[in-house]
């Protein structure tokens, strides 16, 4: 009996997402911080805002503990954490809200269908983000 092996490339694990923030992060010096990097967030980068007082208090407050883990880099600022993230405008937390949600549930938003009339078969995204949209 002969076994066929299928070769199969996979591709690499993305774990960081560059990013450009449609206002920019305007530092205490005045300067402009628009390109960044998110990385893949862990389980314990979930679980660990749930034990943060500021998210006890107000639940809003974890999307801004979270991205704060999260971002590893914001312009020239290094250290980004939850004071830093609280300063950008609406638009740029929005931005990196549903930057979150698109690579932290790449494959499992996502559904295979196909057209009733042609039968062509598609994935369709079910998290209700378009992506490519800033």
Partial sequence: MRHSTAVTQETPLRTEFPFRLPRGYLDESGTLHRDGVMRLATA?????????????????????????RVITRLG??????????????????????????????????????SCPGCGHEFAVDLSGSRLGES
């Fill in 76 to 113: 020239g600022v290094s250290d980004v954490h939850a004071g830093v993230i609280e300063n950008l405008f609406a638009a740029d937390l929005a931005f990196l809200q549903d930057l979150y949600r698109q690579v932290n549930s790449e494959g499992h938003a996502r559904a295979g269908v």
């Fill in 44 to 68: 314990r980068d979930e679980l660990v805002p749930l034990r943060d007082d500021r998210v006890r208090e107000n639940a809003a407050y974890l999307t801004v503990v979270l991205l704060g």
